[in-house]
């Protein structure tokens, strides 16, 4: 079951410059898609989301963008902290009647960024 | 800041033992969730909740899962008699109504003997 891919398992950058997190999926039924962040031994710590009609959602440091034809979207941070070292996950959302729906994670990135 | 909470942060517990996670979520929300990450693998969706019944499962949550709203506040997942396959970090989440956002607690890490 590979819905919700991230394929590079680790990012290094040096502080200030961008940091580009890669999320790809399979299914054209998620209506949301979510990035987290989790330290180790904490719960994943809510980012960003888009909607999938959208193309692009921006909070800050963190741009979030959707290519639904390419079933890829994008993480971008700018500038990278050295704080923002800890794994990001991507997440999309299978919604279902009621207003209920599930998460479907990726593997999750590694970033690193180095003073 | 609301956060949602969970208690025990670590449980350890014998094969075929019963053990209840405990979950506070974020007062004002309705839908309470479930989910697990076994040591190097993804974070699996076990379970959605939603006006006192479970909405939404996964294969995962079989008859030794159950969940409850015991009172205003908590919100529990019990495993009748665990597994060593079911240590992992289990976390609790839960989302205001018609939101896509779902906040995550700190999580219980449950080490099956």
């Known amino acids: 079951d590979q819905q919700v891919k991230q394929n590079s398992p680790s990012l290094s950058v040096q502080e200030g410059r961008i940091s580009i997190l890669n999320c790809d999926y399979t299914n054209s039924m998620f209506d949301y898609f979510l990035w987290y962040k989790k330290y180790p031994a904490e719960g994943p710590t809510f980012l960003i989301s888009?909607?999938?009609?959208?193309d692009k959602n921006e909070d800050g440091r963190f741009t979030v963008f959707l290519n639904k034809s390419a079933k890829h979207l994008s993480l971008h941070i700018v500038p990278s902290q050295p704080g923002d070292s800890a794994v990001y996950f991507c997440a999309a959302r299978v919604m279902y009647s009621g207003n209920t729906g599930k998460l479907i994670f990726g593997q999750g990135t590694t970033l690193q960024v180095k003073p | 800041e609301p956060e949602v909470t969970q208690t025990p942060s670590h449980q350890v517990t014998q094969m075929g033992q019963e053990v209840i996670l405990r979950c506070v979520p974020i007062?004002?929300?309705?839908?309470f969730y479930w989910y697990r990450q076994i040591l190097g693998q993804k974070v699996e969706f076990l379970v959605s909740?939603?006006?006192?019944?479970?909405?939404?499962k996964s294969e995962i949550f079989d008859d030794q899962f159950s969940v409850e709203r015991p009172d205003g506040s908590n919100f529990t997942l019990k495993i009748r008699s665990t597994k060593l396959e079911d240590s992992a970090m289990y976390f609790c989440?839960?989302?205001?109504?018609?939101?896509?956002?779902?906040?995550f607690g700190p999580g219980t890490r449950l080490l099956v003997l």
């Open positions: 909740f939603y006006n006192n019944e479970i909405s939404e």
């Open positions: 007062s004002n929300h309705l839908y």
């Open positions: 888009i909607s999938s009609i959208k």
């Open positions: 989440a839960s989302s205001e109504p018609a939101e896509e956002t779902q906040y």
